[in-house]
């Protein structure tokens, strides 16, 4: 098993910034990708940003050139940086970590935080 706990979520202004950060524990060896998923109220689930073990990112169109992913793998944590928040930013932001068994996908899940954008 492996355990996500997701932090630096609240409440900021049209503008401002917040970084997210995600420690996982356990049995992280063999992790393929690292992402984030957001979830407003009554919509589905939506990837964000998503990085590989070997480093390579890819955001979701609305985010791009405002929100980065990064990894620290040496404290097995990965990072996004939200900048220019919007309003449509707010939702609940999921930590992910996926394993592939070959043509098999083990997710793994955090709790979630919320990230509230409101003037």
């Known amino acids: 098993q492996v355990q996500l706990v997701e932090s630096g979520g609240g409440s900021v202004q049209p503008g401002g910034s917040l970084r997210l950060s995600c420690a996982a524990s356990?049995?992280?060896?063999?992790?393929?990708?690292r992402a984030w998923y957001r979830q407003a109220p009554g919509k589905q689930r939506e990837l964000v940003a998503s990085?590989?073990?070997?480093?390579?990112?890819n955001y979701a169109g609305s985010v791009q050139g405002r929100f980065t992913i990064s990894s620290d793998n040496a404290e097995n944590a990965v990072y996004l940086q939200m900048n220019s928040l919007k309003p449509e930013d707010t939702a609940v932001y999921y930590c992910n970590a996926r394993r592939f068994y070959g043509l098999q996908v083990q997710d793994y899940w955090g709790q979630g935080t919320q990230v509230t954008v409101s003037s």
């Open positions: 990085i590989t073990s070997g480093g390579n990112t």
């Open positions: 356990g049995r992280i060896f063999g992790i393929n990708s």
